[in-house]
């Protein structure tokens, strides 16, 4: 077994989901931390926050990747009685490195949408936004249900795949049958008129805001929102690929996924 450093484990990282595939207002890519450092376990989360970075201090992590981006605003000072840069010191102390793959991951082959896909139960989906002479690769997904589905069952089957208590409908008629369904994971509802011309019944997306809700409403295509937190899936997949990675290659390296509830959202 090979002791690797972080930036071994980054290089197969980035030929998975390339950098260059993330959109240009990202941060994706090296947080915080030295890559030339060795690694001997790693934590998958979707979300990093000061309960998220206790959790890996606690069981000796010291490489996250995360699929948020930690710092999406620069910190202006290094004010220790804000938590923000307090978990930032935190890090720093204790010598854990944060990558993390956000829209690049969101776009890959195999990456992101295509697991939310899966999981919702599109057995063969294209993206619904692709990129340019890149075949299968692009944000979000769209594809068939094995067979057509009432749209409030569809929205109550995916409370429990998302665990959540509620989904927010945006659609003028429940009872509708559905069969063509687009999904992008995180806030995508601008794509929802991409999704209806592309014959989509309903797109599932999350963070829709007011106005736009009332311009799906009359635009003819249902919306199901159950929250951004849906992408902590992230979490089982990147732990799966990176120890698969691991075994091939014979690293000494440990992969956990944390167990960290990060939805700021209850609902009472």
Do not use: C
């Not at 732990?239 to 290659?249: E, G, L, V, Y």
């Amino acid at each position: 077994m090979t002791v690797i450093r972080g930036y071994e484990l980054v290089k197969r990282l980035e030929e998975f989901a390339p950098l260059e595939l993330a959109e240009s207002w990202d941060h994706s890519g090296l947080q915080i931390g030295d890559l030339k450092k060795p690694i001997h376990k790693v934590m998958t989360t979707l979300d990093v926050r000061p309960e998220v970075v206790q959790e890996a201090i606690s069981l000796g992590v010291d490489f996250i990747l995360a699929h948020h981006p930690v710092m999406f605003k620069p910190a202006y000072d290094l004010d220790l009685t804000n938590p923000q840069n307090r978990m930032y010191a935190d890090l720093l102390r204790h010598n854990i490195t944060v990558y993390a793959a956000h829209t690049n991951l969101d776009k890959v082959s195999d990456g992101m949408n295509d697991w939310l896909a899966q999981i919702i139960g599109l057995p063969e989906t294209t993206p619904l936004n692709p990129e340019v002479n890149q075949p299968g690769i692009g944000l979000g997904r769209i594809g068939n249900l094995p067979a057509p589905t009432l749209l409030k069952d569809f929205a109550n089957r995916l409370k429990q795949t998302f665990k959540v208590e509620h989904v927010r409908l945006i659609t003028t008629d429940t009872d509708q049958f559905i069969k063509r369904v687009a999904i992008i994971g995180g806030a995508g509802s601008e794509f929802y008129k991409e999704a209806k011309s592309q014959g989509a019944d309903v797109l599932v997306t999350a963070d829709v805001s007011y106005h736009v809700a009332h311009d799906i409403l009359v635009s003819g295509i249902s919306v199901i929102d159950p929250g951004h937190h849906m992408e902590f899936w992230m979490k089982t997949a990147m732990q799966q690929f990176i120890k698969d990675w691991s075994n091939d290659a014979e690293w000494e390296l440990d992969v956990v996924q944390s167990n960290i509830n990060t939805d700021p959202f209850r609902f009472v």
